[in-house]
C-alpha cells in the first residue's frame, strides 16, 4: 500500500489517496480522480520512505484508474494475476475501496454483468 499525496502549483494540498506499486521499478495504481489537476505529487511507503512521482504513464477515466511512476528503482510490488476473466466466487483482493472505508478487503466475485461500457464484477 501507497499513500499518495497530489499538490498543486503553488505547492498546496490538493488531496490523499492511496494506491499499490505494480512493478518492482515504481510503476504504481491509483484513482484518475485522485491525480486530476495536480501538478507534482509523493509516494509515501508504510516502511515511511517517500518517493517523488515522475509522472502519469497511463490513465483511463471511464475505469478511474492511473498508472503513475514513482522515483526509484526498487520496491515491493504486488504479484498481479495474469487471469483476464475470473469466474464467480474467485477470491479477490480490493485495495483503497472507497465504498468498502478500508484500505484493503479480501472478497469473492458475487456475479460478472457486462453493460455499453464494458464487463465488471
Do not use: C
Amino acid at each position: 500500500m501507497v499513500l499518495v499525496s497530489v499538490f498543486n502549483a503553488s505547492g498546496q494540498l490538493l488531496r490523499t489517496g492511496t494506491g499499490f506499486f505494480v512493478s518492482n521499478d515504481g510503476k504504481f495504481i491509483t484513482n484518475r480522480h485522485l491525480v486530476e489537476g495536480g501538478v507534482n505529487a509523493v509516494a509515501k511507503t508504510a516502511d515511511d520512505k517517500i518517493y517523488n512521482v515522475a509522472g502519469v504513464l497511463a490513465e483511463s477515466s471511464d475505469l478511474d484508474l492511473a498508472l503513475l511512476k514513482a522515483d526509484t528503482k526498487q520496491v515491493f510490488s504486488l504479484p498481479l494475476n495474469n487471469v483476464t476473466t475470473p469466474e464467480s466466487d474467485a477470491r479477490v483482493a480490493v485495495v483503497g475501496s472507497p465504498r468498502a472505508h478500508r484500505e484493503a478487503i479480501e472478497t469473492k466475485i458475487a456475479a460478472r454483468r457486462s453493460d455499453d461500457k464494458g464487463e465488471w464484477f
